[in-house]
């Protein structure tokens, strides 16, 4: 994905740059230099958006599942 297909990517899902590093779990900064195209898009940030767009899950949706994730995940303890 290109700086210019994530920011297609962005304005098909109505997210901001800001958004989109939230949902992606990145910096701000990071979503800038990604629209830029100063750095790479990893593979896998690339697949979220162009799966959310194909399959038109909405942001809050998607954001939703990871909310969803952490409350079933088991806690880890410190060994005794």
Same mark, same amino acid.
């Given at each position: 994905?290109? $700086?210019?297909?994530?920011?297609?990517?962005?304005? &098909? /899902?109505? #997210?901001?740059?800001?958004?989109?590093? =939230? !949902?992606?779990?990145?910096?701000?900064?990071?979503?800038?230099?990604?629209?830029? $195209?100063?750095?790479?898009?990893?593979?896998?940030? &690339? /697949?979220? #958006?162009?799966?959310?767009?194909?399959? =038109? !899950?909405?942001?809050?949706?998607?954001?939703?599942?990871?909310?969803?994730?952490?409350?079933?995940?088991?806690?880890?303890?410190?060994?005794?």
């Amino acid at each position: 994905m290109t $700086g210019p297909e994530y920011g297609k990517a962005l304005k &098909a /899902l109505r #997210l901001s740059q800001l958004g989109a590093a =939230r !949902l992606l779990g990145v910096n701000g900064r990071t979503s800038r230099r990604w629209i830029a $195209g100063e750095v790479p898009i990893p593979r896998s940030a &690339a /697949l979220v #958006l162009l799966m959310m767009v194909k399959w =038109r !899950l909405e942001p809050e949706r998607v954001a939703k599942l990871d909310k969803k994730r952490e409350r079933s995940s088991p806690r880890v303890s410190a060994a005794p």
